[in-house]
């Protein structure tokens, strides 16, 4: 019942939830991701959901599918903020029009909550050097300029090429 009051910075401003790797279409994830969303909306009443890649396995139009009904069934009055993840690209079709029918965020965008900003940075290839192109890096660069003196919370599926963060063990080669 431990709860961050962000220290000595002031009071609780708000929460948000975060889930990665829900991986919709495998055998545990509608249960898993169905009590994830419960959770957060019901006991801990989240201004919104962060997903950060791999919301669906395989990258298809039936898992997007999938997840859109459990996200209007089970967090639908919650908005999610996510970006894509490499198993997202797997699929045949995958694009921003099929990101965009089933999911409410555009794969690059900034989102404004209050006086934060919440950047999805989504994966355009699956290849493990230059996950994030020059366009990417420019547009987190006019965000940051844009935004400065606002606390900007970036999403990605895999670590930021040469920084390391979220790559825990040296896993991710390259990156």
């Known amino acids: 019942n431990k709860r961050f009051t962000s220290g000595n910075y002031g009071q609780h401003l708000y929460s948000f939830g975060a889930v990665s790797d829900v991986h919709t279409g495998t055998n545990t994830s ?3 991701t169905r009590n994830a969303l419960a959770d957060f909306n019901e006991k801990e009443n989240v201004a919104f959901t962060c997903a950060t890649g791999d919301l669906t ?3 298809t139009v039936a898992e997007f599918i999938a997840l859109r009904r459990r996200l209007d069934e089970v967090s639908y009055d919650t908005p999610l903020i996510a970006c894509n993840g490499n ?4 699929g045949s079709t995958f694009g921003d029009e099929l990101w965009e029918t089933y999911i409410d965020n555009p794969r690059a965008c ?7 900003v919440v950047l999805p ?8 050097n230059d996950v994030f192109d020059d366009e990417q890096r420019n547009f987190v660069e006019e965000v940051i300029a844009k935004y400065e003196g606002c606390r900007i919370f970036i999403l990605c599926h895999s670590p930021l090429n ?3 963060n979220g790559n ?7 990156n």
């Open 30 to 32: 509608d249960v898993d």
């Open 57 to 59: 396995d395989g990258g």
């Open 87 to 90: 198993h997202e690209t797997y």
């Open 110 to 116: 900034a989102i404004i909550y209050g006086n934060d």
């Open 121 to 128: 940075l989504s994966i355009l290839r699956t290849t493990t």
């Open 162 to 164: 040469g920084s390391n």
């Open 168 to 174: 825990f063990g040296g896993y991710y080669g390259s």
